[in-house]
């Protein structure tokens, strides 16, 4: 079931763009679909930007991953077997992503002591 939902997830968009050629009716799709799964507490799974915390070993870093959608915003993430490539390349995205924060972070830093 798990990957029947991560296939359908990750060539969605592209099937989206396929059938209509534009990208923003592929996002409005999108939304459409996580205000509808909030609103009517569907729990729909759906790839959100939901953070992690403690799911693939990261912590605090906001990742694209199956979501379950409902009444109260995210109900839970659906962790997927990943090969390993797939979770090096999964890890190296979070660090990144992390390193990114910790950078931006500390700029804000400097910056607000600056002023």
């Known amino acids: 079931m798990l990957d029947a939902i991560f296939r359908e997830i990750r060539?969605?968009?592209a099937a989206i763009l396929e059938r209509k050629g534009s990208p923003n009716l592929a996002m409005a799709?999108?939304?459409?679909q996580m205000v509808e799964s909030i609103l009517q507490d569907r729990k729909r799974v759906l790839c959100v930007s939901s953070v992690l915390l403690g799911e693939y070993s990261m912590r605090v870093v906001s990742?694209?991953?199956p979501t379950v959608l409902g009444r109260k915003g995210i109900d839970r993430?659906?962790?997927?077997?990943?090969?390993?490539l797939e979770l090096?390349?999964?890890?190296s995205s979070g660090?990144?992503?992390e390193e990114g924060i910790r950078s931006s972070d500390f700029a804000v830093r400097g910056a607000l002591r600056a002023s």
């Open 77 to 84: 993430l659906l962790k997927i077997e990943l090969s390993d």
């Open 95 to 97: 660090c990144k992503i």
């Open 11 to 13: 060539n969605s968009d």
């Open 88 to 91: 090096a390349n999964l890890l």
């Open 29 to 32: 799709t999108a939304i459409v």
């Open 63 to 65: 990742l694209s991953v």
